[in-house]
């Protein structure tokens, strides 16, 4: 199975703020790579797909990027809607397999 | 729009059974891949269950594969997991999703359901 590794894994920042979340893989899977946003309570929420598509209707401030095994999520200009937890997922093979979550907090 | 809704959860003992159902709507059923991914208290996600748009293929995580059944039902638009011999360590909320592309599709899931919560427990 490939193991996706994520860090970190709590993060505090601003708003206004940029973050960037790192997402490693423990084999090469080009860019078969997502990020999803969940808030709680809530179902997750496709941000990014194929490593750096841009799922419609996600705000410009989110982008991605990477391939192989390292990928990362940067969010430019925090706002208060972003703060949740963000998981990655390989889509390269199955068993589909997500990083562990890093939850992103309000300073 | 697109809409999927779970339902079948519910408190069941360890070795019982349950099935959910995943009610989709607002797009071409057939022609879609769709998911079962689960999320225990407080932890992470874990994908459960594949069914492809025709429903020929299917495929399971380790942890479930021998216990768990997913179909689908073109009639009615719904996609089931069937579940025996549960284990505490199934319980969790249990999300059907669809995929993000038509036809054999990219294994990315762009909609979801709101979930239905399993909880296993004597």
């Known amino acids: 199975d490939i193991q996706m590794t994520q860090s970190p894994s709590f993060l505090s920042a601003s708003v206004g703020d940029s973050v960037t979340i790192t997402c490693r893989a423990s084999?090469?899977?080009?860019?078969?790579l997502g990020w999803y946003q969940q808030r709680p309570g809530k179902a997750p929420k496709l941000l990014i797909y194929?490593?750096?598509g841009l799922q419609s209707g996600v705000p410009s401030r989110f982008s991605g990027s990477g391939s192989g095994t390292d990928f990362t999520l940067t969010i430019s200009s925090l706002q208060p809607e972003d703060f949740a937890t963000y998981f990655c997922?390989?889509?390269?093979?199955?068993?589909?397999?997500f990083g562990q979550g890093t939850r992103l907090e309000i300073k | 729009q697109v809409q999927l809704v779970e339902s079948g959860g519910g408190v069941v003992q360890p070795g019982g059974s349950l099935r959910l159902s995943c009610a989709a709507s607002?797009?071409?059923?057939?022609?879609?891949?769709i998911y079962w991914v689960r999320q225990a208290p407080g932890k992470g996600l874990e994908w459960v269950a594949f069914?492809?748009?025709?429903?020929?293929?299917?495929n399971y995580a380790d942890s479930v594969r021998g216990r768990f059944t997913i179909s689908r039902d073109t009639s009615k638009s719904t996609v089931y997991l069937q579940m025996s011999s549960l284990r505490a360590e199934d319980t969790a909320v249990y999300y059907c999703?669809?995929?993000?592309?038509?036809?054999?599709?990219?294994?990315?899931?762009?909609?979801w359901g709101q979930g239905t919560l399993v909880t296993v427990s004597s």
């Open positions: 999703a669809r995929d993000r592309d038509y036809g054999s599709g990219s294994y990315f899931s762009e909609y």
């Open positions: 607002g797009f071409p059923f057939s022609n879609y891949a």
């Open positions: 069914t492809s748009n025709g429903g020929r293929n299917e």
């Open positions: 084999q090469p899977i080009r860019t078969w």
């Open positions: 194929a490593a750096s």
């Open positions: 997922q390989q889509a390269n093979r199955f068993p589909i397999t």
